[in-house]
């Protein structure tokens, strides 16, 4: 019976320490931070030729202290501390990818840093000039975060060029000259690429994208046209017709209705999205009774 009872406390005072312990270390245990570096210069000077090396060191301990801060204490981490410390682990050795893509990972979503995230990519685009991924990165935070698809366009045409047998940056490319409202840059953009292409399946997909933009240039050239002669834009793309500003609507090659909408540029149903009829992209829209939906933004 002695036994027992003395077991009994053994395993009680067994689980209130493995209850309590964790709680009463957590309460008490330090905050973590990530310390400001020297300057690059004095990194250098410590590195002993080590650059690399020192560069290596300064990743890893600023990815395990945002894995620490956000994984397991659901803290906010320090993330303009971490932006110097890859930025100067960049200057030591500007070959290191893994700053670049961390960067990307945890500074893209908040958008007054993606000036100084573009600036640290632009640097690794200097050095390592073979990786398509940074121009894709800043194309993305010119497009999603600052709204220039202008920019966006410069950008992702290179990451094309670097990966050409990805026809999806390309046609992205195009889309987002079209985008920035410079539908011809995008024509020519895609001339280029047909006119250099031998794949045949590559030839395909870009005359295809050729022949959408070629169609809204034409409609974007006669709504000018209409405004000059009549002194306001058309409400509807049917006005273009009926007035005698073109014969006909051209057809859209991936089998959407070109409509005019609230913004007074062309816009279509497909929104030049393979399969999109047969995702039921636009079902039920009110582009197909005529009223169209305010400014869609086009995909793929």
């Known amino acids: 019976m002695k036994r027992f009872i003395v077991g009994l406390i053994l395993v009680f005072s067994l689980a209130v320490t493995t209850y309590y312990c964790p709680i009463f270390q957590h309460a008490h245990e330090p905050s973590l931070k990530l310390h400001r570096l020297p300057p690059t210069l004095a990194l250098r000077i410590f590195s002993m030729g080590n650059k690399e090396l020192m560069s290596a060191l300064i990743f890893y301990n600023s990815e395990f202290y945002f894995g620490e801060k956000v994984g397991f204490r659901k803290e906010t981490p320090e993330l303009k501390v971490i932006y110097d410390a890859l930025n100067k682990a960049t200057d030591l050795d500007p070959y290191n990818m893994d700053c670049y893509y961390f960067a990307q990972g945890i500074l893209s979503w908040i958008k007054p840093a993606i000036p ?41 045409k290179e990451a094309a060029r670097l990966k050409p047998n990805n026809t999806l940056l390309a046609t992205l490319t195009a889309r987002m000259f079209y985008q920035a409202n410079k539908t011809e840059a995008g024509i020519i953009y895609l001339r280029s690429l047909i006119k250099e292409t031998k794949n045949p399946l590559f ?87 005529g009223v169209p939906k305010r400014g869609p933004q086009e995909e793929g």
């Open 116 to 156: 100084v995230l573009n600036r640290l990519l632009e640097k690794g685009m200097k050095h390592r000039t073979w990786d398509w991924y940074l121009p894709f990165f800043i194309a993305a935070n010119y497009y999603f975060k600052l709204n220039d698809p202008e920019r966006a366009a410069q950008y992702m």
């Open 203 to 289: 030839r395909k997909r870009f005359l295809k994208r050729l022949k959408a933009l070629e169609a809204i240039h034409y409609l974007e050239q006669a709504v000018k046209h209409y405004e000059r002669v009549f002194g306001h834009k058309p409400e509807r793309i049917e006005d273009l017709v009926k007035k005698g500003i073109i014969h006909r609507i051209p057809e859209d090659p991936y089998g959407g209705t070109f409509f005019i909408g609230d913004d007074g540029r062309i816009h279509t149903t497909s929104k030049m999205a393979e399969g999109w009829r047969k995702h039921g992209t636009n079902k039920g829209s009110r582009a197909k009774e």
